[in-house]
């Protein structure tokens, strides 16, 4: 029987909780011809990791090392703050050089030379 009580868990005591789970679950297995693809498994341990995460101030992050290969690793706080510093600089360069193309778009067509025709001089308004 697993035990839940009204309380707060540590991350090893809900280790300890889950291990006893996994424990029961072997345990039936043999009453079932079920069995689990890898993606079954991987995604089982990206939920759990995501669910940890969003009670944690620091990450798991589940990473492929090769096919097949999976490696766990744990953010602290800091390397998140860190790492969302990183991104907002990419993306701040990216704006920034997106904007300076629109500039030089929008210079191109200010700076267009007299010999083209305007649109009021390629289609005259009819006055008449």
Known sequence: MIKIEEKPYTAAEIGEVAGQVV?????QS?????????????WVIRDLLKY???RMQGEF?????????????YRDQKSGIERAKRKRQIEIE??????????QIRKTRTNRP???PTL?????SNSD
């Open 23 to 27: 424990e029961y679950i072997s345990q």
């Open 30 to 42: 043999n009453r079932s011809s079920l069995t689990y693809s890898s993606s079954d498994v991987y």
């Open 52 to 54: 940890a995460n969003g």
């Open 61 to 73: 992050v589940l990473t492929a090392k090769k096919k097949g290969e999976w490696q766990i690793h």
């Open 94 to 103: 990216k704006t920034e050089e997106y904007l300076k193309q629109q500039r």
């Open 114 to 116: 007299e010999s083209l």
């Open 120 to 124: 009021n001089q390629s289609f005259p």
